[in-house]
């Protein structure tokens, strides 16, 4: 019994890494369930056996892949330093994921890039709403961590230089412009990655600068 759940959660996760890959590639509306079954050399069936349907499927590698694909890279604003430092490491951190993980990559692209026209599934079309809700969540954690609010924000060496940064006139602003340009880069990494800045201090100063005056 061990070994057939085993097997079941190696299928489900063969499913969405075939899924992420396909919505990312083709677009979720173009994307059959057949496609994703054939890229992870399943048969459909297998597909219908762990999802109802595309939408179920599509949810699925947004819950499964959100946490342990980002987390990772918004760690860095919760570690410890200047504001500054860990707002420049966390945008570096981002350019590079965006970069060499295709995983990152591709998650970004299905959720920044999907549309969500009326031709489209109704829960699919729905996905507006998550991904509006999505998007306020990573603006709010900018602002909150702009503010100077988040555990940590003064500590470390140079702590008092980096916390004037956090207390600009407009941490709403300046969360609004970093959360732009990560939808912006990520949107350029779905067309070609290596249009995107270079991942180093030098290619994060422009929305740094904006960021913390």
Not at 60 to 69: E, F, G, K, P
Not at 84 to 113: G, K, M, P, S, Y
């Amino acid at each position: 019994m061990r070994r057939t759940a085993e097997e079941a959660a190696q299928t489900k996760a063969a499913l969405l890494e075939a899924a992420l890959f396909q919505f990312a590639e083709h677009g979720v509306a173009a994307t059959k369930l057949a496609d994703v079954a054939q890229r992870a050399g399943l048969t459909r069936g297998a597909v219908y056996h762990h999802f109802t349907d595309k939408t179920a499927l599509y949810a699925a590698v947004i819950a499964n892949s959100w946490d342990s694909v980002t987390a990772p890279v918004w760690a860095v604003l919760d570690s410890d330093g200047p504001v500054e430092d860990r707002l420049r490491e966390f945008l570096v951190a981002w350019l590079r994921r965006l970069r060499e993980d295709r995983h990152f990559r591709a998650l970004l692209t299905i959720t920044l890039n999907a549309s969500y026209g009326p031709d489209q599934p109704e829960g699919i079309s729905d996905g507006r709403a998550s991904k509006s809700y999505g998007l306020a969540d990573w603006l709010q954690r900018l602002e909150t961590f702009l503010a100077g609010k988040r555990d940590g924000a003064g500590t470390g060496a140079g702590a008092g230089a980096g916390q004037r940064g956090t207390h600009a006139d407009d941490p709403s602003g300046a969360a609004a412009g970093i959360l732009a340009w990560l939808c912006g880069t990520a949107l350029l990494a779905a067309t070609d990655p290596d249009l995107l800045p270079p991942s180093d201090a030098s290619g994060v100063a422009l929305p740094l600068r904006g960021a913390l005056p």
